[in-house]
């Protein structure tokens, strides 16, 4: 146990509002091509601006996880097993994840600067696919000695292909975060990029002069949601009996 939190310590974006940390390499290669094969092809709900799938179900209008099923094999493992293993999870009302939203942004496209709200325990852990794209974290209130010209504070976090990003604390719930709709991210340095010492690769940043074209990007937002209800599935043992 104190192992786990050594090692999650040793991964903290120590730039970044209270508390992110960011994981590189944390699927290997097999394990990508595994859960990018299991995405099912014809579930994806489109936006104007992305795509996404909400697993096991969309929540309600009130916000409640109303699950019949479990989250797919294809998830639990190895990807959520590994997240609730880090003990990220196991002050939240279910201990673990029950919630994944899947988000799929070609080159060009991104996500408007969001929070994610009190559905959710606010600890949410994201597994990022296929390419590495700059997530852009600001403070939502304005803060003394800020570097914005808006009077906000804020920083870019690179997530690399299989990395895990755990954003918990006051990032979660005194930030927001957001993907700009760029074809590629640029100035890409050790002063610009705050987990820059924790990533995987900073080599192949370099070598691309600070550029980081993007590619197709999947990500994995796990979540615990609050609210769950069996309904259905009480429902469908009466039926039965
Ligand atoms: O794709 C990402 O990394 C961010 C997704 C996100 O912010 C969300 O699903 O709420
Ligand atoms: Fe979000």
Redesign the pocket.
């Given at each position: 146990m104190a192992e786990m939190e050594d090692y999650l310590e040793r991964h903290r974006i120590h730039d970044a509002p209270p508390s992110m940390f960011y994981i590189p390499n944390f699927i290997s290669q097999e394990e990508e091509t595994y859960i990018l094969n299991k995405i099912p092809p014809k579930q994806w709900i489109s936006l104007s601006h992305r795509r996404l799938q909400s697993l096991p179900a969309r929540l309600t209008a009130s916000n409640a996880l109303i699950a019949s099923i479990d989250l797919p094999d294809w998830l639990l493992k190895p990807a959520a097993q590994r997240i609730t293993e880090l003990g990220i999870f196991k002050d939240s009302p279910h201990g673990t994840v029950n919630h994944c939203?899947i988000?799929e942004?070609l080159p060009g496209q991104g996500?408007m600067p969001?929070e994610?709200g009190s559905a959710y325990h606010p600890v949410?852990a994201?597994v990022?696919l296929g390419s590495s794209?700059v997530?852009d974290v600001t403070e939502k209130a304005n803060h003394e000695g800020t570097v914005n010209s808006d009077g906000r504070r804020s920083w870019r976090i690179l997530?690399e292909p299989r990395s895990l990003?755990v954003t918990t604390g006051s990032a979660y719930t005194d930030t927001l975060?957001g993907?700009a709709e760029v074809k590629e991210d640029l100035d890409l340095r050790p002063e610009t990029v705050a987990n820059w010492d924790l990533l995987g690769n900073q080599e192949s940043v370099i070598e691309r002069g600070g550029r980081n074209e993007r590619e197709t990007?999947i990500?994995l937002?796990f979540r615990d949601v609050l609210k769950v209800s069996k309904v259905g599935m009480k429902i469908f043992g009466k039926a039965k009996t």
């Open positions: 939203l988000n942004y996500i969001h994610d949410v994201t990022s794209v997530l997530q990003l975060h993907i990007r990500s937002t």
